[in-house]
């Protein structure tokens, strides 16, 4: 026996309600600018040696 996976249907109404929900308990919305990232960098570039020691 195989269960089916059922996608969730998402409407326009559950995603308005879902963001009015996250506004009033005091969420925000931030603009990100064309072509940059929302991500945080904490850590500095990660650099590998193909060398070896």
Same mark, same amino acid.
């Given at each position: 026996m195989s269960k089916k996976l059922i996608k969730a249907t998402i409407t326009t109404a *559950?995603? !308005? !309600?879902? *963001? /009015?929900a996250f506004l009033k308990s005091g969420g925000a919305v931030e603009y990100v600018g064309k072509g940059k990232s929302g991500q945080v960098? @904490? /850590?500095? @570039?990660?650099q590998i040696n193909l060398k070896g020691r």
């Open positions: *559950t995603i !308005e !309600e879902q *963001t /009015a960098v @904490s /850590a500095g @570039s990660k």
